[in-house]
């Protein structure tokens, strides 16, 4: 028997009714793997459970705790999916087109995770902003971020970005490391405790199998070497899935993402910008727009140097983006009550013509 304790389950009352707890470890298009009391198992949603999914967030992913009904002839059957205490998500345009609207929705990488360690290399891939998005979108998932700063070997005087990212995350954990030499290794200890839970976050080439095998004492994860005149990689991992250090210690690990676009990331935006928001209450007025009002706080600070051009420049630019995503899924949701009406008058109306 395992002790669902030991994989973060914090529920103390029993489920009723035959079915049991359990924990999303891997996922394959329509079916699950699932770590119960029982040992792992494979599981496939009920069919209840996906008529009554409207959105994918009401989907498991990875790392997500579901009541499920164990079946000795075949899968498992998963009937629920228990509150989440975190979740990193991101904007998925699908390219479907919903009353001529191209729809966007919420794809949930991970769930469940008390850190997300966000690697970026520090090698000719290196790139500040980046990490200021992941940061963003970090602050919104409810979790801890740690940006994790890798092949630090390569870097030689690394410093320099080191500092650039401290001040890009303040408050945020930045640490530097080696695979190859072991550097740094060992202030991931802090972090990696028994019953806690860490995703592994950034793009491809980053490290991110490289750390995850050097963590498990074996290899576990395919490592392809990066494109030498970029320092860009190349997908390794295709699927998410939940690893159990020999700490005792989760990581859930992630496939590269060439992009992310941010996702209901308000809380996120603010969290990472407050010296940004601090400003608004120091303005004269309090409708400023922060273009040419007298006595806006944000323009002197602008002029001064105290905020830099490039930072106001990426929170407008996040505000913008956040506000164009959540605009259109509303916009989607409208279009899709209005057909819906449509529809339901249109068979209203052949019943009334009927003899």
């Known amino acids: ?39 792992e198992t494979q599981a496939v949603l009920k069919g209840a459970f996906i008529h009554g999914a409207r959105l994918r967030d009401d989907l498991p992913c990875v790392g997500d705790f579901v009541l499920l009904r164990r079946n000795e002839n075949g899968p498992a059957l998963i009937e629920s999916l228990l509150p989440r205490r975190s979740k990193f998500s ?14 966007n929705r919420e794809q949930i990488v991970a769930a469940n995770f008390d850190y997300a360690f966000i690697l970026t290399s520090l090698n000719l891939d290196f790139n500040v902003n980046r990490v200021e998005r ?21 870097a030689g005087d690394f410093s320099a970005r080191f500092d650039a990212v401290c001040q890009a995350a303040p408050g945020v954990p930045v640490h530097a490391l080696s695979v190859r030499t072991g550097f740094g290794l060992d202030a991931l200890s802090e972090y990696l405790r028994p019953g806690k839970t860490a995703v592994f976050l950034g793009m491809s080439g980053v490290g991110k199998s490289s750390l995850l095998n050097a963590l498990m004492g074996r290899e576990v994860a395919t490592v392809k070497a990066v494109r030498e005149d970029d320092s860009r990689g190349r997908h390794t991992t295709t699927h998410r899935q939940l690893f159990m250090l020999p700490s005792g210690a ?3 690990d ?3 993402m060439r992009e992310l676009g941010l996702f209901d990331a308000d809380e996120g935006i603010s969290a990472g910008f407050t010296d940004v928001e601090e400003l608004f209450a120091r303005c ?3 409708d400023c727009r922060h273009e040419t009002e007298p006595g806006c706080a944000v323009l002197a600070a602008l002029a001064e140097g105290s905020l830099p051009h ?5 929170y407008v630019a996040y505000k913008r983006e956040n506000r164009y995503v959540n605009d259109r899924a509303g916009l989607i949701a409208e279009c899709k009550a209005f057909s819906k009406a449509i ?13």
């Not at 298009?29 to 119960?36: A, P």
């Not at 490039?310 to 990426?314: P, Q, S, V």
């Open 134 to 154: 992941y940061l963003t979108q970090t602050w919104q998932s409810g979790a801890q971020p740690v940006v994790l700063l890798t092949k630090a070997d390569l």
């Open 310 to 314: 490039e930072r106001w420049e990426r």
């Open 343 to 355: 529809a339901k008058q249109n068979r209203k109306g052949k019943k009334m013509e009927e003899p």
């Open 90 to 103: 991101r904007a998925d345009f699908y390219g479907q087109a919903v009353g001529h609207v191209k729809a």
């Open 254 to 256: 992630t496939p590269g």
């Open 250 to 252: 989760m990581v859930i």
């Open 1 to 39: 028997m395992i002790d669902l304790k030991q994989y973060g389950y914090g529920e103390s009352a029993a489920p009723a009714d035959g079915l049991e707890p359990g924990r999303v470890t891997e996922q394959h298009r329509d079916h699950y793997r699932i770590v119960c009391a029982h040992g």
């Open 284 to 286: 004269r007025f309090s």
